[in-house]
């Protein structure tokens, strides 16, 4: 089944609540009020909500970002269970969410943050479940293949314990450090579109960390143009299909 992506203007805050204040809270239960006690927050489990777009599973995930005592930009990244490298929140987008309530429950429940999406999308991305590849799954088939819908999140507030810190470790880093430490082509793009979403707002954040990665990493000069207001679609090349995980 098409699934239609809708972009209202206003932000929505992950708490529940919309910048122009409408609660949000009726139409996204797992979202409690910031007041309620951290151990009471549990995370979606299956997929039996999941949805799909033909036989592409939909995905949303945020790149969330803080500003820091000195006025630095920082992003958050996640460990996960069985893997050494970290990586941006994201899961299955499910049919009882819209795509941002998805992104930030996917960010509660990884990373332990809320905050205030912006709803202008990063980018749109493909990624090739990697069992699909072990069964040798055509990559032109969609066929446990996603589509991830990537925001960005500022975050407000930061939770002691979260659903799913047994398996998800979080840490922030420089955008310099993150970029380095990005496994997948989508992360890296993810992260730049970041970078010019910050230095293009009405004000924009300092981020003079991003001239350390520049330094560490010329090809992001390449993306300096990126439109953030635009949905973008990138097939993954071979290399990032044998390992990008849904």
């Known amino acids: 089944m098409a699934v239609d992506l809708l972009l209202p203007l206003a932000p929505l805050n992950c708490a529940g609540r919309s910048a122009s ?3 949000a809270a009726a139409s996204c239960p797992f979202f409690p009020d910031a007041a309620m006690a951290s151990e009471k927050l549990v995370a979606r489990k299956g997929r039996l909500r999941q949805r799909y777009d033909n036989e592409y599973r939909l995905v949303a995930g945020c790149v969330p970002y803080r500003v820091d005592k000195d006025g630095q930009l920082e992003v958050l990244m996640v ?24 992104a930030c429950r996917e960010a509660l429940e990884e990373a332990g943050v809320r905050g205030n999406i ?16 072990s069964l040798g799954q055509s990559s032109d088939s969609p066929r446990g293949a996603c589509k991830g819908h990537v925001f960005a999140l500022e975050v407000t507030e930061e939770l002691k314990q979260w659903p799913e810190q047994e398996t998800h470790g979080r840490r922030w880093l420089s955008p310099a ?70």
């Not at 069985?82 to 929140?89: I, Y």
């Not at 912006?118 to 590849?133: A, C, I, T």
């Not at 010019?196 to 004000?203: E, I, N, R």
């Open 21 to 23: 204040g409408e609660t």
């Open 79 to 102: 460990s996960t269970a069985n893997r050494d490298d970290l990586v941006f929140p994201k899961g299955g987008w499910e049919d009882d969410e819209d795509v941002y309530e998805a």
């Open 177 to 246: 450090d993150a970029y380095g430490l990005c496994r997948y082509d989508w992360m890296r793009e993810a992260l730049t579109a970041l970078l010019d979403l910050c230095s293009t707002a009405s004000s924009p954040i300092p981020v003079a960390a991003a001239v350390a990665v520049s330094t560490a990493a010329p090809e992001l000069n390449e993306h300096a143009g990126m439109c953030i207001s635009m949905m973008l679609m990138k097939p993954v090349d071979s290399a990032d299909r044998a390992v990008a995980l849904c």
């Open 118 to 133: 912006n709803r202008n999308p990063l980018g749109l991305w493909v990624f090739r479940s990697k069992s699909r590849q």
